[in-house]
């Protein structure tokens, strides 16, 4: 069935260095992924998005890698800061607007 | 400031009370939708409104009740719930009800059924 999981529920990573956050879906006619990230006391909030037809998407200090061969998604967090500690979500639309959001991984960044 | 508000916040009621839970978007969307959250699980859909029609009920039992008087309000009544109710309520908003549209959250009603 229709599933979007995360490899690991926490993170943690030192202040200034990267973050890779991976998540793992099932369906193979997803054609449009979005990452959101969730701050205590907070709903998510939309960080980045990317259609099927694309491998890669950059924004501010994020990059969001496609691969479809292995149904792979990642969200890479450039010179990690204390503002990024957050839960993240990545969520798939397979067509119509439900969208299915995965189990979450929590980032800690260390002083 | 999301763009969409929720009310109250937090919220504690008895399995026998009735409540409801406020959500009000001022993003000039036109399909709203309820989410729950519950620890360590993903976020559920409950219920998608577009223009105030009601165009999604995912299974959800009778004791939830949503309404949705305009494009810009959503509403979500309860009443008889059980403790297994107890979660993190969400509202959402995007711009239209199609495809490959982001959604735009609130910052949730914590609710404790007691």
């Known amino acids: 069935g229709e599933s979007v999981g995360l490899h690991l529920p926490t993170l943690s990573v030192q202040e200034g260095d990267n973050s890779i956050i991976n998540c793992a879906y099932s369906?193979?006619?997803?054609?449009?992924f979005i990452w959101y990230k969730q701050e205590s006391g907070k709903g998510p909030q939309f960080i980045i998005d990317i259609r099927s037809n694309m491998d890669k998407r950059q924004g501010q200090r994020v990059t969001v890698l496609l691969n479809k061969t292995v149904k792979h998604l990642s969200l890479q967090i450039a010179a990690t800061q204390p503002g990024d500690s957050a839960v993240y979500f990545c969520a798939e639309n397979t067509g119509g607007f439900k969208t299915i959001f995965g189990a979450g991984t929590r980032l800690f960044v260390k002083a | 400031e999301t763009g969409v508000t929720q009310t109250p916040r937090h919220l504690v009621m008895g399995m026998t009370n009735k409540k409801s839970l406020k959500c009000e978007q001022h993003?000039?969307?036109?399909?709203m939708y309820w989410y729950k959250q519950s620890a360590k699980k993903p976020l559920e859909l409950m219920f998608v409104y577009s223009l105030e029609e009601r165009v999604e009920n995912n299974s959800v039992p009778s004791r939830f009740s949503p309404e949705c008087p305009n494009s810009s309000h959503l509403f979500l009544h309860l009443h008889t719930l059980q403790p297994e109710d107890s979660a993190l309520y969400l509202c959402a908003s995007s711009q239209f009800l199609i495809t490959n549209e982001k959604l735009f959250f609130g910052s949730g009603t914590q609710l404790s059924v007691l």
């Open positions: 993003l000039g969307h036109n399909a």
């Open positions: 369906n193979s006619a997803s054609d449009y």
